[in-house]
């Protein structure tokens, strides 16, 4: 299993214009420098009146599946 961490600061506007746009995907770097995409709704449990920050790690599969998502801090 692969893991990645990535630090996060998104307003709520921000998280809902992504949430209920066509693609539903947020784009960030990681803390390794690799440019990761995942689904927006992976982050829906985190999300307060003033957006979603923290740091996160991020597992995945060797075939790039997502299996699961802690937040760290």
């Known amino acids: 299993m692969n893991e990645i961490i990535v ?3 998104i307003s709520s506007e921000e998280f809902l214009k992504v949430y209920r746009g066509p693609s539903r995907v947020v784009s960030t770097r990681a803390r390794d420098g690799r440019r990761v995409q995942f689904p ?8 307060l009146h003033e957006g979603i920050r923290g740091t996160f790690r991020i597992r995945f ?11 760290l801090s």
């Open 7 to 9: 630090d996060l600061r």
């Open 40 to 47: 927006a709704n992976i982050l829906r449990p985190w999300l």
């Open 61 to 71: 599969s060797d075939a790039g599946k997502l299996e699961d998502i802690q937040r």
